[in-house]
């Protein structure tokens, strides 16, 4: 099972959006609704952000959004603040029943 | 409230086989209905899930580390350990224990340990 495919960084100034990007294929991200996205400060453990494509949990800002579009999902941060600069991952169940993570996508905060 | 903590060594030798246990406190691995599973970060790289074993015992692993793999249950019901066989330096990397959704799907990891490193070498 190959990785999933994110820009290594993307950078915003606060205050404005940023959307990263997820692909995959059809045996994971586009034949599921099981995307999570993971927030990961240096020396961190990572942090659930969203879970099945949209849903974020308790406690999570709604400034934090997911969607998907056939076999790429994205996460839109808006309102960029300080606090957002970290590494994003992005993971999708698959047809093999495991688990598959994107590489990374480094968030710079202007 | 729900902590999770890795322990083991921090080096181990080529071709030997590591093992790393995961301590849940405040909690029990068989209530909750949640899988509690491994993952792995190489140095700089992204993750990489290994495995899970279940509420019930039950395991399933990353079909690429499927034949090295051990994950287990203590009888004490609140650790829980993986076992990874001849080891190279390839599996250099910090190891999480964290736990899986049971009820939204063992997929959404949302609660983690704080991570060990685990470097392999002679």
């Known amino acids: 099972q190959s990785a999933l495919t994110q820009p290594a960084s993307v950078s915003g100034s606060p205050g404005q959006s940023i959307t990263i990007s997820c692909t995959g294929t059809?045996?994971?991200?586009?034949?599921?609704?099981?995307v999570s996205w993971y927030q990961q400060h240096p020396g961190k453990a990572p942090k659930l952000m969203i879970y099945?494509?949209?849903n974020r949990p308790s406690g999570v800002s709604n400034r934090f959004s997911g969607s998907k579009s056939g076999n790429t999902a994205s996460l839109t941060i808006s309102g960029l603040q300080a606090e957002d600069e970290a590494d994003y991952y992005c993971s999708s169940y698959t047809s093999s029943s495991t688990v598959v993570f994107g590489g990374g996508t480094k968030l710079t905060v202007l | 409230q729900v902590q999770l903590q890795e322990s083991g060594p921090g080096l181990v030798k080529p071709s030997q086989t590591l093992s790393l246990t995961c301590t849940v406190s405040g909690g029990s691995i068989t209530s909750g209905g949640y899988y509690w599973s491994w993952i792995r970060q190489h140095p700089g790289n992204g993750l990489e899930w290994i495995g899970y074993?279940?509420?019930?015992?039950?395991?399933y692993y990353n079909l690429s580390l499927k034949s090295r793999v051990i994950i287990s249950v203590d009888t004490s019901k609140i650790q829980f350990s993986l076992k990874l066989s001849s080891v190279t330096a390839a599996d250099t990397a910090v190891y999480y224990c964290a736990r899986g959704e049971g009820i939204r799907g063992y997929w959404i990891f949302d609660l983690w340990g704080r991570g060990t490193l685990v470097t392999v070498s002679s």
């Open positions: 074993i279940s509420y019930s015992g039950g395991t």
């Open positions: 059809s045996s994971d991200i586009g034949g599921y609704n099981y």
């Open positions: 099945d494509v949209s």
